[in-house]
């Protein structure tokens, strides 16, 4: 069988044998790093035609040529995130989740985590229902964004904030933010909001350069009165939220989701009035910064055994580079009062605001190349940036945890300590190290 094992010598012992023996060549997708970003990648058929994701848009680029196509999303970055989208959705006991990582100032994904996970190399041997790409699927109540959103359009005065903290919207709905619970309860969705939904492209596809968007629901702008803010009818989708929350954080330009680097960005802006009062509110916050825990199920029914839990976040704090979300679908009600994993979020936030603008990964492979053997021992890391040291640990599935900023001072395990049993790392950089 061509190009299994080492055939190159014992294909041509094959051919010497003569009549009796049929060479049949067969095609064969390989992908180096197994299922990592799977559903960004997608699959294809047995004849190589792209059927999802990335491979469906190799297809189209090349009706004009063969030419690899460059993305922008950081392999070592992703394979951090699905890590901790995995260990979080087994903790929350989560059935589904999605954990997507965005530069807000140009709208380049640099991750694009999903859970579960499944080969692409044998992707018909995984239940259709999985293969989707949970990101783009608009089934998600934004509470907490629209919270954000309805205060800005004048539905709260500035004395109903508070501390963020969750806050009670009724049985069903529980928001992270920073308005009281009866503040929340006096906001709500009406002409005016609406139309500021729609400006932030609530409910329209964000144009993501990925088969399979989902657009998902917006009330009529004709509202003839207020909608309580757990009963708008408002379904979106984890990266309309994330493209949405980002133009918060840069000042209203409305940026397009973009996973290839050459696929041209498509900037819109929001009216100043409506950004100004919540620039000043997420301003000096990193981390974690809106939120909802819904109830799912069928409204009215007794169908209402588990939650979903939508996380949005950035760092750094005062001008923020990256922008986040995670949504967790199917969490069981035991876990509905454990607090939001926002740690471990906050971790791949700075991970992905050291990276530079300028590298790119190749969906061929590329100058990165598979993935290198886990080293034996601690490589020597001081003087390294967090993305060299995140690529040089990716092999080694080591739980890394950074403090500080800017290029690592410090280290454990120390350099050249046996990695093995060791299951976490820590990496201190020369700005504000502990």
């Known amino acids: 069988m061509p190009g299994r094992g080492g055939a190159g010598g014992r294909l041509q012992g094959l051919r010497g044998l003569g009549g009796g023996v049929d060479l049949v060549e067969a095609w064969r997708r390989v992908y180096p790093y197994g299922e990592a970003a799977c559903a960004v990648l997608g699959y294809v058929s047995p004849e190589g035609r792209g059927l999802d994701g990335v491979e469906y848009l190799l297809d189209t680029a090349r009706a004009g040529g063969d030419r ?27 059935g589904r989740g999605c954990f997507v990582v965005m530069d807000v100032r140009s709208g380049a994904v640099s991750a694009m985590a999903n859970w579960p996970a499944w080969d692409p190399a044998r992707f018909y041997a995984t239940d259709r229902e999985r293969l989707g790409n949970r990101s783009l699927r608009a089934d998600v109540e934004p509470a907490g964004l629209l919270a954000a959103l309805a205060w800005a359009s004048g539905g709260a005065a500035p004395a109903d904030l508070a501390a963020w903290a969750w806050r009670p919207l009724g049985p069903d709905v529980r928001v992270w933010g920073p308005w009281s619970g009866s503040a929340l309860r006096r906001l709500g969705i009406g002409a005016k909001a609406l139309e500021t939904l729609w400006r932030f492209r609530l409910g329209q596809a964000t144009g993501v350069d990925l088969p399979g968007e989902e657009t998902g629901a917006l009330p009529a702008l004709a509202a003839e009165a207020d909608l309580p803010l757990d009963k708008t009818g408002v379904r979106v989708s984890p990266l309309q939220m994330l493209a949405a929350f980002s133009a918060l954080l840069d000042g209203g330009v409305l940026h397009r989701p973009r996973i290839a680097a050459e696929t041209p960005d498509a900037p819109a802006r929001v009216p100043g009035e409506v950004v100004r009062p919540l620039a000043g509110l997420f301003a000096d916050r990193g ?25 949005l976040g950035c760092w750094p704090p005062g001008a923020p580079r990256v922008a986040y979300v995670m949504v967790l679908d199917g969490i069981a009600p035991a876990s509905e009062a454990l607090l939001p994993p926002w740690p471990e979020l906050g971790r791949i936030a700075r991970y992905a605001a050291e990276l530079p603008a300028d590298e790119t990964l190749s969906a061929t492979g590329g100058a990165n190349g598979p993935p290198a053997a886990a080293p034996r021992r601690m490589p020597d890391l001081r003087g390294k940036s967090f993305r060299v040291a995140l690529r040089m640990l990716q092999s080694t599935r080591l739980q890394i945890r950074i403090e500080g900023r800017g290029r690592i001072a410090d280290q454990a395990p120390r350099p050249g300590a046996p990695l093995e049993g060791v299951r976490v790392c820590r990496l201190v950089g020369g700005e504000g190290g502990r």
């Open 287 to 311: 981390g974690m910064v809106l939120g909802a825990r819904v109830r799912e199920g069928i409204r009215g029914t007794s169908r209402r055994d588990t939650w979903r839990l939508s996380l």
């Open 68 to 94: 690899p196509i460059a993305l922008n999303l950081d392999i070592g970055l992703q394979i951090q995130t699905e890590r901790v989208l995995r260990r979080v959705s087994a903790g929350l006991g989560a």
